[in-house]
């Protein structure tokens, strides 16, 4: 007979192995949006799924307009995660048009810049909303809920998530249809770009922004160019706070540009139970946190416009 410490350490595999093989499994497929254009996204979605009224996140990749890869090996962790739970992962190519830009000097250069960045947002939230558009009228057989869908992204990819959300609230695009907004935003160092301040941000979908104070590359909390500003994450939280909306905000005291990327690997529980507390329709709070690291050294949160300029190019 077998002995009994060697049944249990057998029977303890056994189970092991039977949660190992039925751990979900993350299927990838490409599909092209728009052929115009050549725009593709990758579907990240688990292979032992009902397919039946599934939420999905579309998520835009960041790069500063310049360049940038929707499936870039950094944002794997989360993709997988979240499509190991359940979520559709949508992640979307968009038009970079800052690529072709080069600025000139002096206050000429700045205001080429700004104006350059304005049409750089513009064309991505346009290829933004046209993706989603597109994730809409897959949802029956993809097996998507098309009132669970969440905007995300990272830096560039985090503007034009907000900016998509912005632009639902301020005026409704046509290629969306009637009576859609995103369930809820999840980005990571963004901002909206406005001309003067934000309209109707009471109306925002639930957001959980995260974005560290020292970062020149996106504002943290508002960097303006005469009527046009950038208003970050900061900015943003506060507005929604003191509104009434629902969210969460994640500050790290002394972080730089790298909360583009962190909170994709250290923060995804928080991301989850987040969603999880939005979509199945909890009552409204807003979280906000705030992460000090002892004995930071001195650092900048003062950035000009020029900063700006200097970290994007």
């Given at each position: 007979m077998t002995p009994r410490y060697l049944r249990r350490i057998l029977s303890a595999a056994a189970v092991l192995l039977g949660t190992l093989l039925s751990q979900a499994a993350v299927e990838t497929t490409d599909f092209t949006y728009n052929p115009a254009e050549g725009l593709k996204l990758t579907r990240y979605a688990d292979t032992n799924r009902t397919g039946k009224g599934d939420p999905c996140i579309i998520f835009a990749f960041g790069g500063g307009f310049t360049h940038g890869e929707r499936n870039d090996a950094r944002y794997q962790d989360y993709f997988r995660f979240m499509a190991e739970r359940g979520y559709v992962v949508c992640t979307i190519d968009y038009r970079t048009t800052l690529a072709s830009f080069t600025p000139q000097s002096g206050s000429d250069g700045i205001q080429q810049f700004g104006m350059a960045l304005v049409g750089a947002i513009q064309t991505a939230t346009s290829d933004y909303i046209s993706a989603t558009a597109y994730?809409?009228?897959?949802?029956?057989?993809?097996g998507i809920d098309p009132r669970l869908i969440v905007a995300s992204g990272s830096s560039a990819g985090a503007i034009t998530a907000l900016q998509a959300e912005y632009t639902l609230?301020?005026?409704?695009?046509?290629?969306?249809?009637?009576?859609?907004?995103?369930?809820?935003?999840?980005?990571?160092?963004?901002?909206?770009?406005?001309?003067?301040?934000?309209?109707?941000?009471?109306?925002?979908?639930?957001?959980?922004?995260?974005?560290?104070?020292?970062?020149?590359?996106?504002?943290?909390?508002?960097?303006?160019?005469?009527?046009?500003?950038?208003y970050g994450s900061h900015y943003l939280a506060t507005r929604f706070k003191d509104s009434g909306c629902a969210g969460a905000f994640h500050t790290q005291m002394g972080a730089d540009h790298s909360m583009a990327l962190s909170p994709m690997t250290s923060n995804l529980y928080d991301i989850a139970g987040?969603?999880?507390?939005?979509?199945?329709?909890?009552?409204?709070?807003?979280?906000?946190?705030?992460v000090t690291v002892p004995d930071t050294a001195p650092y900048r949160t003062d950035f000009t416009i020029t900063d700006f300029i200097r970290a994007n190019q």
């Open positions: 994730i809409l009228g897959q949802a029956t057989s993809w609230v301020t005026d409704r695009p046509e290629a969306l249809p009637a009576g859609f907004n995103y369930a809820a935003c999840v980005t990571f160092a963004g901002a909206i770009l406005s001309q003067g301040e934000p309209q109707m941000l009471a109306q925002f979908c639930p957001s959980m922004l995260f974005h560290g104070d020292a970062d020149c590359n996106v504002p943290y909390d508002a960097l303006t160019l005469g009527p046009i500003g950038l987040f969603l999880q507390r939005i979509l199945s329709g909890a009552p409204k709070s807003y979280d906000w946190t705030v």
